[in-house]
């Protein structure tokens, strides 16, 4: 291995380098700005600024659609510049950060910064992607300005934890340091450990799907998207795993002991990891408001499009809609998440008239939909029927010289008013949800109860971490062999009493046995009492109660002598 020497010397001193030239920092924030100024003068912007619309519409109606307003110029005019920024100073803050190891204090303005830009970033990169699809590919929902408000705050929360989170390491005590870092290592390592098995157990099962379609290259992508649904369903069990291992190592060492003879009491003991585990809640509270259930939308699309070999994710397939004012039956074969990037396809359309007969009919493989309110139905065939409801020869339409190509402008129906009908709860995200419940308000509460207890399930499934959190770190502190097994026991009972709960309060909100806001907090507040209970045995010193059944072999003993002595007297 002598070949790998002049390597590893080389990198050893590029990293002295890196640590030891003077006001490196600046000087590498000096040299990002000049970039962007040289990108600036080379036009970066150019050929970047999304003027003509992405569905794989023709040329000639792209003319149609408006173009942005002159305020919004310098907005999309400066989007490449941020994400350049983004980039550039990513490269200088991990150069801050190489300087600044092992003093973390040195870091704790460059991340606020770093946080603060990536939040800015981030804010506007999806106030872009909503003004471009609310401009080219609006699908006739209707809008709440409230929920996306929200998402734009959920956005800022996430970029902003890593701050808070060193904030707090660095104005900590010593000891709250010591079990911050023994509570982060096995945090990192169950977390990765876990999503590793996660993916596997899928990839056995999806691996020749993507073989079949050709799309192994898409593999890792594929599954990288599917991180925060992964993070949101498994995080609750990392926190329980993670603070039992913590606790108990600890336990065994005797250092939780030494904190307490050293004068501090068990809340102030667990209070890093009791500020860590409600930062991973708020994070997953962000991620489940609308990038995890669409995550999961998004696999479960995609592998339809896989197994039926067609490009491009459907949000769902195979379904009929009825428009009764309309008299229309809409039988559709898929429909995609967004009509920006791809068509309806498979549609038929039945129209019929006072009496219930057919009256005309359109079959297309391929729809869209524009926002004034016009369907085009591509390679499209028409026919009529007569008063016996026998078809007549058909019309293939020419239109603007496109061939097959039919055009309607007389009908209410939009797409979200068609999908809308078939959508099920479990995988939209909040904003769907207020959509959905906006546009549908006038259905029966039985129709609308699931979607009205998923609005609620959204923020509340995501804080079973702190719950983990509370109940696990009881269970945890263990002075004896004994309480390390009586611990794990407890783990064990905690998981199933948690799987129990959320299914059978989910059940009550969608049946109307209970409150939709009440169905999803029940298990928490149960769980949670049960954690505060056991951590008041903690705190005052004593044993965890554990159910036993020695009351009942003592009153059989009881009777047996009594019984006893009945017969020798």
């Not at 699809?133 to 959920?154: D, I, N, T």
């Not at 309607?408 to 959508?423: F, G, K, M, N, Q």
């Not at 298990?523 to 554990?546: K, W």
């Amino acid at each position: 291995m002598k070949f790998l020497d002049p390597i590893r010397n080389m990198l050893s001193l590029f990293w002295r380098w890196l640590r030891t030239f003077p006001h490196l920092g600046s000087l590498a924030l000096v040299i990002g700005a000049v970039t962007m100024m040289v990108f600036q003068m080379m036009g970066y912007h150019e050929g970047r600024l999304p003027w003509m619309p992405a569905n794989g519409m023709e040329l000639a109606e792209a003319k149609d659609w408006p173009m942005p307003s002159q305020r919004l110029l310098a907005f999309y005019y400066l989007m490449p510049y941020l994400k350049l920024w983004a980039l550039i100073g990513g490269v200088v803050y991990h150069i801050a950060l190489i300087r600044s190891v092992p003093d973390v204090e040195r870091l704790v303005w460059p991340t606020w910064i770093a946080c603060g830009f990536l939040a800015i970033w981030g804010v506007c990169s999806d106030l872009h992607d909503q003004l471009e699809f609310a401009r080219l590919s609006v699908m006739g929902e209707p809008v709440s300005m409230a929920s996306y408000a929200m998402k734009l705050v959920m956005i800022t929360m996430v970029c902003l934890t890593p701050a808070i989170g060193l904030s707090y390491y660095v104005s900590a005590k010593l000891l709250d340091r010591y079990t911050f870092r023994s509570f982060l290592q096995p945090l990192l390592f169950c977390f990765v450990g876990i999503c590793l098995l996660w993916i596997m157990w899928d990839l056995l099962d999806s691996l020749k799907d993507f073989q079949e379609a050709g799309a192994t290259g898409k593999i890792v992508s594929f599954y990288l998207g599917l991180v925060p649904y992964i993070y949101v369903e498994t995080m609750w069990a990392v926190l329980l795993l993670a603070t039992l291992f913590t606790l108990m190592r600890m336990s065994r060492a005797n250092e939780l002991i030494s904190m307490l003879g050293a004068g501090r009491s068990l809340m102030q003991i667990l209070r890093p990891i009791f500020v860590l585990a409600g930062l991973i809640s708020v994070v997953g509270m962000a991620a489940n408001y609308y990038w995890a259930p669409r995550a999961e939308g998004n696999r479960q699309a995609v592998m339809r499009a896989l197994s039926s070999d067609e490009e491009g994710a459907i949000a769902t397939e195979s379904f009929m809609y009825r428009d009764e004012p309309g008299r229309r039956t809409w039988y559709i074969g898929g429909f995609p998440f967004t009509l920006r990037n791809d068509r309806i396809r498979h549609v038929e359309v039945f129209q019929d008239d006072e009496k219930g007969r057919r009256v005309r009919s359109i079959r297309s493989p391929s729809v869209t939909w524009r926002p004034d309110g016009t369907w085009i139905f591509y390679r499209a065939l028409e026919m009529t029927y007569d008063a016996k409801g026998d078809p007549m020869p058909h019309i293939n339409r020419m239109t603007d010289g496109s061939m097959g190509r039919i055009d309607v402008a007389d009908w209410p129906e939009t797409p979200w008013s068609i999908i809308s009908s078939s959508l099920t709860p479990d995988y939209m995200s909040v904003q769907e949800l207020v959509s959905y419940l906006k546009a549908h308000g006038a259905l029966a509460s039985e129709k609308l109860a699931a979607f009205r207890v998923h609005f609620f399930h959204r923020f509340s499934y995501p804080w079973l971490c702190f719950i983990a959190a509370l109940v696990a770190a009881p269970l945890g502190i263990s002075f004896s062999r004994r309480g390390v097994l009586g611990g794990v026991a407890g783990a064990i009972f905690f998981l199933g009493a948690l799987l129990f709960l959320k299914q059978f309060f989910l059940s009550l909100g969608k049946g109307l046995h209970l409150a939709p806001w009440l169905c999803v907090w029940m298990p928490h507040i149960i769980l949670a009492a049960a954690g505060l209970f056991l951590l008041h045995y903690r705190s005052i010193n004593r044993d965890i109660p554990m159910p036993s059944l020695r009351w009942l072999t003592d009153r059989t003993k009881t009777k047996r002598r009594a019984t006893t002595a009945r017969t020798a007297a």
